[in-house]
């Protein structure tokens, strides 16, 4: 039952530069978040934007919420070698408690 | 440091096992989450847990069953292990509505 999908599939791009990932879905949400997956790792939370938000920023990181395009995307500024990772949205739908389903993700590429 | 422990990086098992993933987490998290990986294919829920002794189905739970006797303990049972249940295996807490994952590194198993 996938619910979000990430844009692109896959993101080559140099470092300094910023990278967008763009996240679509289909059923109204609690929240939407955002994860990073390093290779062959766990994934790691980076940030939760509620249905009542529309942006958030941490450090190097700004996501926006469009409830009414259900589409969000996070946006990582000046990009580093380190940020190279999958990048997975993840919502929580309206009434369905605690449980999200995560999308395919986006492997970002930073070249040095 | 909060975490969630997964008892294996590695395993390889024969088909026809009994398989066990063990998961641990030490924040006191209500819910617990096992999700399974491939490519193509995102993370998918296996099963999941909102108390001691409660489990959930999640959309892939054939093949599998899980055992939640103690809060901070969520393990994953796979009856019978098959060639087609080869996969990395991801275990993720979470306190409640509205908060984010935390997720063990993950067991990649191999069934030959």
């Known amino acids: 039952s996938q619910q979000g999908e990430e844009d692109p599939q896959a993101l080559s791009i140099q470092e300094g530069e910023n990278a967008t990932m763009n996240c679509s879905y289909k059923?109204?949400?609690?929240?939407l978040q955002w994860y990073r997956q390093n290779s062959g790792r766990g994934l790691v939370h980076l940030i939760l934007i509620r249905s009542n938000e529309r942006e958030k920023h941490s450090g190097r990181l700004r996501v926006t919420l469009d409830t009414s395009k259900k589409s969000s995307s996070l946006l990582i500024t000046a990009s580093r070698a380190a940020d190279t990772a999958s990048y997975f949205c993840?919502?929580?739908?309206?009434?369905?408690?605690?449980?999200?389903?995560f999308g395919k993700g986006t492997r970002l590429h930073i070249l040095p | 440091d909060v975490k969630v422990t997964q008892s294996s990086r590695y395993l390889v098992k024969r088909t026809g096992e009994k398989v066990f993933l063990e998961c641990v987490q030490d924040m006191d998290h209500e819910n617990m989450f096992w999700y399974r990986q491939d490519p193509g294919l995102g993370l998918r829920l296996i099963y999941f847990?909102?108390?001691?002794?409660?489990?959930e189905k999640g959309d892939i739970p054939e093949g599998y069953s899980v055992s939640r006797e103690k809060k901070e303990r969520f393990s994953l049972i796979l009856e019978s292990a098959s060639t087609n249940q080869t996969s990395m295996y991801l275990c993720?807490?979470?306190f409640g509505t509205g908060d984010g994952y935390t997720f063990g590194s993950g067991t990649r198993l191999t069934v030959v």
């Open positions: 993840a919502t929580e739908k309206e009434n369905r408690d605690d449980k999200i389903i």
């Open positions: 847990s909102y108390d001691v002794k409660m489990k």
């Open positions: 993720a807490s979470s």
């Open positions: 059923t109204s949400i609690n929240n």
